[in-house]
T-cell receptor, first 111, second 118 residues
Framework: SQQGEEDPQALSIQEGENATMNCSYK?????LQWYRQNSGRGLVHLILIRSNEREKHSGRLRVTLDTSKKSSSLLITASRAADTASYFC???????????FGEGTQLTVNP | GAVVSQHPSRVICKSGTSVKIECRSLDFQATTMFWYRQFPKQSLMLMATSNEGSKATYEQGVEKDKFLINHASLTLSTLTVTSAHPEDSSFYIC??????????????FGPGTRLTVT
């Protein structure tokens, strides 16, 4: 399969709680990115972490990258109902600009 | 910021007809454009990579004679679904990579085109 793996596949939490999503990838990468997608809509870029970085923050988002384990995590703190969406980790290979999408995590934040 | 548009946003066609989807980079030149397909409740799957002025590279399992890709300029790539069947109904998304010092890695995604084949 060309895709990486994400877990959990689905996550349901209450507003105010934190949400953590994990993903694994298969190849050597330049960077890893996280996107969100609302149902039936386009992709929204959230954050990019380069292969030489281990952690990055952007607002309520915190991303970690462990290249030795080929894994990344996305933490959304103090979640809101508007955070309900699908979240994809996307790895970019070192051999070019090709992106590989993870299977995605469906996050539901209950008000 | 870099903007990528797609047209149309939605299209319904009859089985056996062909449909053309356009992907445009509006404020940058794109050396490479990518076409993805997304079925309901699934992730995006790369279909093909197109470079301006050369033939597209298709992923394994994607029929190049069915999904015709033309990247005629640095701002436009088209995907034509030929002899469409209901199983081709999907969300098609393009992305574009800017040309920047011959080393580019950002990809900017279009809003997607919802194709329904009846």
């Amino acid at each position: 399969s060309q895709q990486g793996e994400e877990d959990p596949q689905a996550l349901s939490i209450q507003e105010g709680e934190n949400a953590t999503m994990n993903c694994s990838y298969k190849t050597s990468i330049n960077n890893l990115q996280w996107y969100r997608q609302n149902s039936g809509r386009g992709l929204v870029h959230l954050i990019l972490i380069r292969s030489n970085e281990r952690e990055k923050h952007s607002g309520r988002l915190r991303v970690t990258l462990d290249t030795s384990k080929k894994s990344s995590s996305l933490l959304i703190t103090a979640s809101r109902a508007a955070d309900t969406a699908s979240y994809f980790c996307v790895s970019q290979e070192t051999s070019g600009s090709r992106l590989t999408f993870g299977e995605g995590t469906q996050l539901t934040v209950n008000p | 910021g870099a903007v990528v548009s797609q047209h149309p946003s939605r299209v319904i066609c009859k089985s056996g007809t062909s449909v053309k989807i356009e992907c445009r980079s509006l404020d940058f030149q794109a050396t490479t454009m990518f076409w993805y397909r997304q079925f309901p409740k699934q992730s995006l799957m790369l279909m093909a990579t197109s470079n301006e002025g050369s033939k597209a590279t298709y992923e394994q399992g994607v029929e190049k004679d069915k999904f015709l890709i033309n990247h005629a300029s640095l701002t436009l790539s088209t995907l034509t679904v030929t002899s469409a069947h209901p199983e081709d109904s999907s969300f098609y998304i393009c992305s574009a990579t800017p040309f920047r010092d011959r080393v580019s890695y950002e990809q900017y995604f279009g809003p997607g085109t919802r194709l329904t084949v009846t």
